[in-house]
Nanobody, 124 residues
Framework: QVQLVESGGGLVQAGGSLRLSCAAS????????IGWFRQAPGKEREFVAA????????YYADSMKGRFTISRDNAKNTVYLQMNSLKPEDTAVYYC?????????????????WGQGTQVTVSS
């Protein structure tokens, strides 16, 4: 069992930055790849970024490349998502998740444990 808690969301103006945190407890955090997803009202949950167990590899959705950076600190059991140059279309609830199953890093079906999410709102 892994418990995930996201934090760091809020209201920011377009062009601004936020850093989201995903704190984990339970089983050994460093064993798992971690992903970030987001879901806007009326839309499906979409992939944002993912990072492998030791941080050696990272993956991003095309629309986030160059603006978002995922990182992790296994000593703190925490994964971060640094979001820069935010746009109104980035407004969503952001979730972190543990990749439990084989398959694409960008597919929600590869992930088994999810946090409750943190709201990010970008004003124009």
């Amino acid at each position: 069992q892994v418990q995930l808690v996201e934090s760091g969301g809020g209201l920011v103006q377009a062009g601004g930055s936020l850093r989201l945190s995903c704190a984990a407890s339970g089983r050994t955090f460093s064993w798992y790849d971690i992903g970030w997803f987001r879901q806007a009202p009326g839309k499906e949950r979409e992939f944002v970024a993912a990072i492998t167990t030791n941080g050696g590899s990272t993956y991003y959705a095309d629309s986030m490349k160059g603006r978002f950076t995922i990182s992790r600190d296994n000593a703190k059991n925490t994964v971060y998502l640094q979001m820069n140059s935010l746009k109104p279309e980035d407004t969503a609830v952001y979730y972190c998740a543990v990749r439990q199953y084989s398959g694409s890093f960008s597919s929600t079906t590869s992930y088994g444990y999810w946090g409750q999410g943190t709201q990010v709102t970008v004003s124009s």
